[in-house]
């Protein structure tokens, strides 16, 4: 098999892209969030909460991925952002030239905080830079204590690591300190946000922390 | 990009492939399932929970697909059949060249029913197939009413459809109806099972149903 090879090859490709989207972020003083998941995290939902708490003082526009829908854009859209969609076609991923044709169509001179909401998918995205300040990995305590140790990179490269649903956890055989010492053994400086969506829990703490990296970005 | 004729030729490999290992499983007269699901959806439990049902009365053995790690081919060891792991080394997906490698490892002479639990990733897998009679979703209702349509591929090629942590469902905002609705939509001819594993529901009618295959296959 010459997938390894392939994969190589699309990665330089990738490479070079980001680091045009990345200049060209860095010159707008524009906080980007790459957030990634498995499907069913609760990441779009996560975002409605966000952009509800931000959108008063932060300029705030999103890039949806999805394989074939535009399910989530439309609920982002209804929050009152500028969102543009990318359908993948199938893809298991965002790329970096997809993110440069998306940011062909956003007023970025209008943009605080760019939140890219990959693919539901925990294992590919991670490996696609797409010119983000920071990578977010979204997961729920539903999905099982080891889901940092299976699927490493998307922990091992996320500054920030969400743990959803919390408000389910003690339906759960969830093994929170297991879940703690995973993705520190992987990551040691991640930061961890708890947060449940139904609960309104963690939330204000993760906007404003979020919120100083934009004031931060936009002093820089 | 080129990305979409590197996975029409990656594929067409597959296909040659696919069907050599489709063959000698026919000869053998294995029932072969393709497991797939997102990560955390409760798979491998519901394989631990398979195996104890039937292995008084069938041959059973795993091939264990993971990124990196063996945690789960532990656990299925201990429930005391052959079980072979693949690690992909970060890949998305197994293939046929992965799942040709791992019946090397297997006595085929002594399977009537073989499980391929592919890597947690709701996209991807679904694009190869492996050798297998018949492709399974696991869903859980914590994933959310809309994964089928926004992760199609996996529900229309699926024969089988598995809605696990039912227990969980009354804690949710999961649309039943809707879920329905949405898999026959995309394949008519799905079967869909209930399952829990915390509360034992549903686990047996599924075994029976895979009881018949197995024994529909070997009688053929």
């Not at 995290?41 to 705030?60: F, H, R, Y």
């Not at 044709?101 to 696609?128: Q, R």
């Amino acid at each position: 098999m010459s997938a390894i090879k392939v994969v190589t090859s699309i990665l330089k490709a990738n490479d070079e892209i980001n680091s045009l989207n990345k200049k060209m972020l860095d010159e707008k003083k524009i906080y980007v969030l790459n957030v990634m998941s498995s499907p069913g995290s609760g990441k779009t939902t996560i975002l409605e909460k966000i952009i509800s708490k931000l959108q008063a003082d932060i300029k705030i526009a999103v890039i949806e991925g999805d394989p074939y829908t535009s399910i989530d854009a439309q609920r982002i859209e209804a929050k009152g952002v500028p969102v543009v969609q990318i359908n993948t076609g199938g893809a298991c991923h965002l790329d970096a030239n997809m993110i440069k044709n998306a940011m062909d169509n956003l007023n970025l001179n209008e943009i605080e905080l760019l939140i890219v909401e990959n693919v539901g998918n925990l294992v590919c995205p991670a490996e696609f830079d797409v010119g983000e300040d920071i990578k977010v990995t979204v997961m729920s305590t539903t999905e099982g204590t080891y889901k940092p140790l299976k699927c490493p990179l998307a922990f091992e490269k996320s500054g920030l690591v969400i743990l959803n649903k919390i408000d389910l956890v003690k339906y759960t055989n969830f093994d929170m300190d297991e879940f703690y010492k995973s993705v520190k053994s992987l990551n040691e400086k991640a930061i961890i946000f708890e947060t449940s969506c139904t609960q309104d829990l963690g939330l204000a703490e993760l906007c404003s922390w979020l919120k100083n990296k934009v004031r931060e970005k936009r002093n820089d």
